[in-house]
């Protein structure tokens, strides 16, 4: 990282517009040689982090961090409080008490500590007893930290650290609470016989309809699918609803980087019960783009957006209503989803593999749905937790 390490550091809270640039620019500067890391688009960054942009910010509270050392910034984290996740039940993973903190960037090791004894203090004036982290800055944005799999660049809206920032947080009294895994599949050639025989069954079964959406009601297929997601989510660990402003914010998010032909919604005798999101890699365009659109990266990203060719698609949300859960039928629409998403991704899009992630470790009917398509765990992200005492 760096050998500037003389003098104190120095922890300041965000105040202005000037601190909130240098909060930003600060992982560009300290990731920029590493290979793997890939510039999020700097507008992206900042509205994740502007309450009256970001809905998160009617639930919930944050305050960022700048570490100086000789005048030099060297480090920055967040420290938030969200009230949906303090009304969740604690043996779900969030509940009463737990406070967060994430964007996590630092120099040096004594750096990172300090600013992690600091949103610790920030948590405790809040009443906190637990911190939770990273999260960045909900758990629907970018949770945990890389621990496995730094070769390989991330996909869109995967988060991506420094490998030295595990030995950081754990010297600094974090134990691991929960790892989510991300999966590697190859796509071209098709799924193994077992998961053909499924989709063969379900396709003569005249009460499933698994249909494409239709993006000229975007807002409404939108808020279809997270409702279903917070349904099919609820019980999971770490889970907090999305408010219908937060469903809205996404829908608009996403618009630009959908294609109705890689979302399938599952119905059952009529009633939409599962769905599947696929979106193509933005990140192999974003790689050399250094997070800013002008001047003619704009030009670049709607020609790309026009027919994406992509060939590793990322899969970040999927999910069953609950009342469907750990019954065949959940396992036969989820197979069918996968399937016909896998056919168009690869005639349509020159798509070779896909990349399915974040899963929990403990979500057993997803990592079977996994192991049945032959993927396997490419990346491993971790939460951590600590006692605030």
């Known amino acids: 990282m760096s050998a500037h390490n003389e003098g104190p550091i120095t922890i300041h809270p965000v105040k202005d517009k000037g601190d909130l640039r240098e909060f930003v620019e600060l992982a560009y500067r300290l990731n920029r040689g590493d290979p793997a890391w890939v510039p999020p688009l700097k507008g992206e960054v900042y509205g994740l982090l502007t309450p009256g942009k970001n809905p998160w910010f009617e639930h919930g509270k944050a305050q960022f961090f700048l570490a100086r050392r000789d005048g030099r910034t060297i480090g920055r984290i967040s420290a938030h409080i969200d009230s949906l996740a303090l009304a969740q039940p604690a043996e779900q993973g969030m509940g009463p008490g737990t406070g967060n903190w994430g964007l996590l960037e630092a120099e040096d090791e004594a750096c990172a500590q300090a600013l992690l004894a600091t949103a610790e203090d920030w948590l405790r004036t809040q009443g906190m007893h637990r911190s939770l982290g990273p999260l960045s800055i909900s758990i629907w944005d970018e949770p945990g930290l890389l621990i496995e799999g730094f070769d390989e660049r991330p996909t869109v809206m995967m988060g991506h650290n420094s490998p030295l920032y595990r030995g950081w947080i754990e010297g600094a009294g974090y134990q691991p609470v929960k790892q989510l895994f991300n999966y590697d599949v190859a796509i071209a050639d098709g799924f193994p016989p077992l998961v053909n025989r499924i989709v063969a069954a379900g396709e003569k079964n005249a009460r499933i309809r698994i249909r494409k959406v239709n993006k000229r009601h975007f807002a409404a297929e939108a808020a279809l699918i997270m409702g279903l997601l917070n349904d099919a989510w609820s019980d999971n660990w ?93 396992s036969t629409l989820a197979f069918m989803m996968i399937e016909y998403i896998r056919r168009d991704a690869v005639r349509d899009y020159g798509t070779q593999r896909g990349d399915i992630g974040w899963v929990l470790d403990d979500n057993q009917g997803m990592n079977a749905v996994a192991d049945a398509i032959e993927a396997k765990v490419n990346r491993v992200y971790q939460i951590y937790d600590k006692a605030l005492v």
């Open 238 to 330: 770490g889970f907090v609803p999305l408010t219908d402003s937060e469903i809205a914010y996404v829908g608009k998010k996403l618009k630009d980087i959908v294609f109705e032909d890689l979302i399938r919604v599952a119905e059952v005798d009529g009633e939409p019960v599962a769905f599947m999101i696929v979106l193509p890699n933005i990140n192999q365009l974003l790689i050399d783009m250094d997070g800013s659109l002008l001047p003619f990266n704009w030009a670049r990203l709607l020609w790309w957006l026009r027919k994406p060719q992509s060939d590793i698609l990322r899969v970040p949300l999927m999910g069953v209503a609950k009342k469907l859960q750990n019954s065949r039928m959940a």
